[in-house]
């Protein structure tokens, strides 16, 4: 128990969620019961594929290191949509997405601007961070942006109208199918580039040595990393099949549409662990890797798993997923991507910004809850 605690931490509570969200599907219980009880057991497989990348990542160097990071950094996410990809949930895939940006931007941002501000800072002070850095980053999600808004701009302009919250899948015309492939791949063009960037030709700005060497306890080998990973990408994709199974069923029992738990429940439980490192390492003043983790991470969604996800609807589902998005998407991620620029415009955080944060992104979830 001892062992499995230092390897997973707090989410070692939640392993037994993971047999009992299996049983609970083969006996065909309540899909509401079925779908709480593998969404927690999501965190915990979540936190050692995440946990496992780290260890690979310190044993491979900075450049090979990074790119294992950024690729892994967000498979819980991805294996989770995949699933719903496959089923025709794609409303469900499209809120999920934008809600991981907004729960990297204003939760997981928030709390660690929060919990780093209370502990570390007095009299008036502030916690610092790379200005440049972070900036760089925040560019980055901006552009995405400007590039997500477009297939619903031209909807907007040529089609009838924005889908609405409560859809599951939309079959839209064949140029909105190809105007989304053709933003797609440009998104990951630029994904590859951001990678070069932060990666080889400006290494040092995004792996800064101030803050030290964030591994704590006993390093794990090559092989015994490369085994967990693997496992804890087979319980990931376990967890995420028996997850979307019950979202339909489960959004009618509860009362709640499949946008909102798309949105909200699914990106908050496919980056539990991630988000609770974030404001771990704030509060230990290391304010560079919590802004890296939480605007990189959105970053990452909007470059790379959005338009991989979108490459993919093409042989999964029954019909390609175009990059349109309902109003209260569109809204979100306009105004999350306006606050990550605003927040590492000055290189310098205080708690009650993070307050603020937290309360904007309670407002978005009583609005997404009554949409």
Excluded: C
């Amino acid at each position: 128990m001892k062992a499995l605690q230092s390897t997973l931490g707090w989410t070692t509570w939640l392993v037994p969620m993971i047999p009992a969200a299996i049983v609970l599907d083969v006996a065909g219980t309540s899909a509401a019961l079925i779908f709480f009880v593998s969404a927690l057991g999501v965190i915990p497989t979540a936190s050692l594929m995440g946990r496992a990348t780290e260890e690979l990542a310190e044993r491979s160097g900075p450049g090979i290191g990074g790119l294992l990071n950024v690729t892994f950094g967000n498979a819980p996410e991805l294996i989770i949509a995949l699933f719903a990809l496959e089923k025709g949930l794609h409303e469900v895939v499209k809120a999920s997405l934008i809600g991981s940006i907004l729960g990297n931007v204003l939760l997981v941002l928030g709390a660690s601007m929060l919990a780093g501000g209370l502990k570390n800072t007095r009299d008036g002070g502030s916690q610092k961070f790379d200005r440049t850095a972070a900036s760089a980053q925040s560019s980055m999600l901006l552009l995405a942006a400007v590039a997500l808004t477009m297939p619903a701009i031209y909807i907007l302009v040529h089609g009838d109208g924005l889908p609405k919250p409560g859809a599951e899948a939309i079959d839209y015309a064949s140029k909105v199918e190809w105007l989304s492939f053709g933003v797609a791949l440009v998104l990951i063009v630029s994904y590859v580039g951001g990678l070069i960037f932060s990666l080889r030709t400006h290494r040092d700005l995004f792996n800064p040595a101030t803050e030290g060497d964030a591994h704590e306890g006993e390093p794990w080998t090559v092989r015994r990393s490369v085994i967990l990973l693997a496992i804890a990408g087979v319980a990931v994709g376990v967890m995420s099949e028996i997850l979307v199974g019950s979202i339909s069923e489960a959004a009618h029992k509860i009362g709640l549409s499949e946008f909102f738990i798309g949105a909200i429940v699914v990106a908050i439980v496919g980056n539990a662990a991630e988000h609770w490192v974030a404001v771990v390492v704030a509060m230990k003043d290391k304010m560079n890797l919590a802004v890296n983790i939480a605007i990189g991470s959105s970053a990452q969604i909007a470059l790379f798993v959005a338009p991989v996800l979108v490459l993919l609807s093409f042989v999964l589902g029954p019909h390609p997923m175009p990059l349109v998005f309902n109003g209260f998407e569109l809204g979100g991620l306009i105004f999350a991507v306006l606050i990550a620029n605003h927040v590492t415009n000055e290189g310098e955080s205080t708690w009650y910004e993070g307050l603020q944060l937290l309360a904007v992104y309670v407002v978005l979830i009583i609005t997404f809850a009554i949409a």
